[in-house]
């Protein structure tokens, strides 16, 4: 029996395309993060139900300085290594391209930010694509530095958990329930696994592929920095937390690795920042310490000494060094550094504004000092203490959502984030005398001072907008936030009367409140967040008459397509020269290049990308030739070939020839039944307009499809009445049967079309009259060429050495036959033996190039839905 006859591929397959499907779904991708978290909260809750807030901190008062100062020292040892993490990749990879001082500064503070900020959306790959981007490198060789890295800390993961199992010390059983033999058996099996891929890579020239995209691999000895490094990073970090750990946990080293590793993977899967909350769960629950304040207090040690201080340290060093680099005369060895640090300081500064929100948010959920409150209490009403404790976690929650529109360099996000800082130190003063919290506003004001030149762009898009992968982080520390609130105020009985206490001693009553409105507020931003951003839809505007002149005067039939009313201009200012565009909210894109004059057309290209850049949006030039591939290049855009463009020569054009007979048996057999070819000129068109819309109407139903815009025209009466057109009629009744609208270029220099219809119920052959008689009637008037158009994809090498999208397109030319007949519309056009050109897209490189090509397909179709259809 077959599978076919089982049906249980066909099921699998649809359960499979189900389960992605659902995957894909914005609230999926919401809930999954936030479900593990509640979780591992809730899991937390359980295990330090017993604990009261003032048993934590009297433990962590009772630390010794000498156990903070062995901690402090396993945190430089785990960050060195680190640091030498991209040092030895980046000599992998791409040695000689980046200093070694730049890829260990790289190293340290892109984990120095993730580590304290998550894995979301501040991360240290992007910082780290950031930092190396800026001295040059190509997306290819970055992914590769980053994955040598990964690749690294695996290398040294595999190394320790083999050791571990092969001589299985005592306790590593009880975290891993199999039996010793089988521990040894697994623990050799990776050894030697280990042992054999050092020796391969020791062979020398090996290369890592996917796809067509590869990097090539470390070779031995770099391998085995490498791994050295990775156990540094591991040990380090776990032994940081160890010593902090009572003495009398009694639990050995092994052991504890082991579920420290285990609580690093649930902390990352969860989305929250820095895994907090989760990362905590996990160990506590692993390593059997529930109700026990001092675990909690070594824990909440460690968050301050291997993720609060690095990235304060990285952040203020960031700071100062672009405070230098701005105000003196950058030169000499400063240059690197200047290029190091400009892309990225609205990172850091996004995660100085995040973690002075978190500051305020867990201030506002833990106890009042009780002498402070009784020294305000002299001078200021209660009311007025409320009022400052429901504005300082207002404020903090604010400014994590606000520190996203720091990370897209919005210069209304750097003020809103100023003012709010300055609330949030009124605020610290205001409702406790909290005079710590306070100074810490007072640094985080100074460093964003520092970094004011990095906030230029003004964008019409609301500064709290969040995407999904921020939406998620921001829930899931919320939640953790609220966690340490239940957790600080245990000992009170929940009623609802706390809701309407208002009292000096009432922490409780002021934490519920202050909860209240944080999630009122990330409620609206989560609402407008998911369900704000429209496809945009196209709205009719005036066309210039500057812009009909050129479009008219142009040698270039495409640029017509400026006509259909869905673009705006910019028009340079002595009127010689326009680029037509349209923004989608998240990128400004034109289509093709600058009509009209040369260099005023460059100048128009710096003033797009600009604007672009203000508003804090992408900019991209769609369909371009190689005339200004040389301005694009000095705008630090990256050039991708989207196909080629067919032309066809007119002077001695004919239908003759073995390629070109299924056109001219069309033409023939059209004369025979007495169809008629007939040019209709644009004066004379509007009273044609009504049954060309019928024709049009017809096709698009048969077709079950919309109208397109932006790179094709769609049927609208003001459009057309700009061009003549071409008609086959039925000789007998004068019946219109198939129609398209002329391109015609200045000086004759070429002919087109865009919009071609028929009537369905037609006879076979009339598109293939229509276009033939089209091409004769070109030649005879003169033109000099006839242009068939772009052939998308076409002509993109698919090769090893070629680009990571030009391999990308190159695949989806020979492999997406059932989606689009990529190679029929070539073999098509190649029956004219035409003359190609290339066509590209011009756009920001690495992984702004696909999401220039996911709006310029909604500008084209509304996105996958209208692609589809």
């Avoid at 210069?411 to 984030?417: D, E, F, L, P």
């Avoid at 809701?499 to 409620?523: C, H, K, P, T």
């Avoid at 020269?577 to 289509?591: C, E, H, L, R, V």
Wanted: net charge negative; glycine share 10%; hydrophobic share 50%.
């Amino acid at each position: 029996m077959t599978k076919q006859e089982t049906g249980k591929e066909p099921r699998a397959v649809r359960w499979a395309q189900k389960a992605t499907t659902l995957l894909e779904k914005p609230w999926v991708r919401v809930v999954i993060p936030v479900l593990i978290t509640f979780i591992a909260l809730t899991v937390l809750h359980e295990l330090s139900s017993h604990v009261k807030w003032s048993d934590v901190q009297a433990d962590i008062s009772a630390t010794s300085w000498k156990l903070m100062f062995f901690a402090l020292c396993w945190t430089v040892v785990s960050f060195l290594s680190l640091s030498f993490y991209d040092v030895f990749a980046v000599q992998s990879v791409a040695e000689g391209k980046v200093p070694l001082p730049v890829a260990g500064m790289a190293g340290a503070s892109g984990y120095a930010v993730s580590n304290c900020l998550g894995f979301s959306y501040i991360t240290g790959t992007a910082i780290r694509y950031r930092i190396y981007a800026s001295l040059g490198l190509d997306l290819e060789r970055v992914a590769g530095v980053i994955a040598t890295s990964w690749v690294a800390f695996w290398m040294g993961f595999v190394l320790i958990l083999g050791l571990l199992l092969t001589f299985h010390p005592d306790g590593v059983s009880n975290a891993i329930p199999i039996s010793q033999t089988t521990e040894t058996v697994i623990g050799l099996c990776l050894l030697a696994g280990l042992v054999g891929l050092f020796i391969w890579l020791s062979s020398g020239g090996r290369r890592l592929s996917f796809a067509g995209f590869g990097f090539n691999l470390p070779g031995g000895k770099l391998a085995s920095l490498l791994t050295l490094a990775a156990l540094g990073d591991l040990f380090g970090a776990s032994m940081t937390l160890y010593v902090l750990m009572p003495d009398d946990l009694g639990v050995g080293f092994p052991y504890f690795f082991t579920i420290y590793i285990a609580a690093i993977a649930v902390g990352i899967l969860s989305h929250a920042p820095g895994g907090i909350g989760v990362f905590e769960a996990t160990l506590i629950a692993g390593l059997g310490a529930s109700g026990r304040s001092d675990v909690i207090a070594a824990l909440l040690l460690y968050r301050v000494v291997y993720t609060f201080l690095p990235f304060a340290i990285a952040s203020l060093s960031i700071a100062v060094a672009s405070a230098l680099t701005q105000r003196h005369r950058i030169g000499g060895a400063a240059t690197w550094v200047y290029r190091v640090i400009r892309p990225i300081v609205p990172m850091v500064a996004a995660g100085v504004a995040a973690v002075a929100g978190v500051i305020l948010l867990v201030s506002g959920a833990l106890p009042s000092d009780s002498q402070s409150l009784g020294a305000l209490r002299e001078f200021l009403p209660l009311s007025f203490v409320e009022a400052s404790h429901l504005a300082g976690s207002a404020v903090g929650v604010l400014l994590l959502l606000v520190s996203r529109g720091l990370f897209r360099k919005l210069y209304r996000a750097w003020i809103v984030a100023m003012l709010l800082m300055v609330v949030g130190f009124v605020a610290s003063i205001a409702k406790g005398l909290d005079t710590h919290e306070a100074v810490g506003m007072l640094g985080t004001i100074a460093m964003l001072a520092m970094f004011r030149g990095a906030f230029y762009r003004v964008s019409g898009a609301s500064i709290f907008r969040l995407n999904i992968p921020w939406l998620v982080s921001v829930i899931a520390l919320l939640a953790v936030i609220f966690w340490i609130g239940l957790f600080a105020y245990s000992h009170v009985e929940y009623q609802n009367a706390l809701w309407w206490e208002f009292a000096w001693n009432g922490d409780a009553s002021r934490f519920l409140r202050s909860s209240l409105v944080v999630a009122v507020i990330l409620g609206v931003v989560a609402v407008t967040s998911l369900f704000g951003r429209e496809i945009p839809v196209p709205v009719r505007t005036d066309i210039p008459e500057v812009v009909e002149r050129l479009v008219m005067e142009s040698e270039d039939t495409e640029s017509q397509i400026s006509l259909t009313g869905d673009k705006q201009f910019l028009i340079s200012p002595d009127e010689t020269a326009f680029i037509a565009y349209a923004d989608t909210g998240n990128a400004i894109i034109s289509k093709g290049e600058p009509v009209g004059d040369e260099q005023a057309g460059q100048q128009l290209i710096w003033q797009m990308r600009e604007m672009a850049d203000r508003e804090g949006k992408l900019c991209a030039f769609y369909s371009v030739s190689t005339k200004y591939l040389p301005t694009f290049l000095d705008l630090g855009l990256s050039i991708l070939k989207i196909g080629e463009v067919a032309r066809v020569p007119l002077e001695e054009f004919s239908l003759d020839g073995k390629s070109r007979k299924r056109f001219r048996q069309a033409k023939n057999r059209a004369e025979r039944d007495g169809y008629v070819f007939e040019i209709i000129p644009k004066e004379n068109i509007a009273p044609v307009l009504p049954e060309l819309r019928q024709i049009s109407d017809d096709w698009l139903a048969r077709k079950a499809g919309e109208e397109k815009g932006f790179a094709l025209g769609g049927f609208d009466d003001d459009y057309l009445s700009y061009f003549d057109h071409a008609v086959l009629r039925n000789g007998e009744t004068g019946q219109i049967m198939a129609f398209a609208n002329l391109f015609q270029g200045g000086d004759k220099s070429e002919l087109s079309l865009d919009l071609m219809r028929y009537e369905p119920d037609s006879p076979s052959f009339v598109m293939d009259a229509l276009f033939a008689e089209m091409m004769v009637w070109g030649s005879e008037q003169g033109f000099h060429w006839f242009s068939l158009g772009a052939a998308p994809f076409s002509g993109i090498e698919n090769r090893q050495l070629a680009s990571l999208w030009n391999r990308i397109g190159g695949f989806v030319y020979e492999h997406g036959e059932q989606f689009y007949h990529f190679e029929g519309l070539r073999a098509f056009k190649q029956k004219f033996d035409p003359e190609w050109s290339p066509n590209y897209l011009a756009s920001p490189g690495g992984f702004a190039a696909p999401r220039i090509l996911y709006e310029v397909n909604i500008l084209i179709s509304g996105g996958l839905r209208g692609l589809t259809k």
